[in-house]
């Protein structure tokens, strides 16, 4: 498996429909955003996190997060 790359990330859902999830993703990626899914089994289930990045600087990730707002996407900056 390829190392991890370090930096932050703009975490926006976590949904367990796997259509949905890949429709999002798909409609993030054609807007510009470097959106992909990270599969995350829990009690309830399989979900999967939808996440634009990575951003090496926190500054990045930030005006990546005000970008996704202004299209209407509400998120976090998380560490990846």
Same mark, same amino acid.
């Given at each position: 498996?390829? *190392?991890?790359v370090p930096g932050f990330? /703009? $975490?926006?859902a976590a949904l367990a429909? @796997?259509?949905?999830? *890949?429709? !999002? /993703?798909?409609? !993030?990626k054609s807007a510009g955003?470097? @959106?992909? !899914?990270?599969?995350? =089994?829990?009690? $309830? &289930? ?5 996440? /634009? &990045? ?6 990045? @990730?930030? *005006?990546?997060?005000?970008? !996704?707002?202004? @299209? &209407?996407?509400? &998120?976090?900056?998380?560490? =990846?």
């Open positions: 498996a390829p *190392a991890p990330v /703009v $975490q926006l429909d @796997a259509k949905a999830a *890949a429709a !999002l /993703v798909s409609k !993030l955003f470097p @959106a992909y !899914l990270e599969t995350l =089994k829990t009690r $309830q &289930g399989t979900m999967r996190r939808f996440r /634009v &990045g990575p951003y090496p600087p926190r500054e990045v @990730a930030d *005006a990546q997060q005000v970008k !996704l707002s202004a @299209a &209407g996407y509400r &998120g976090v900056v998380t560490t =990846k």
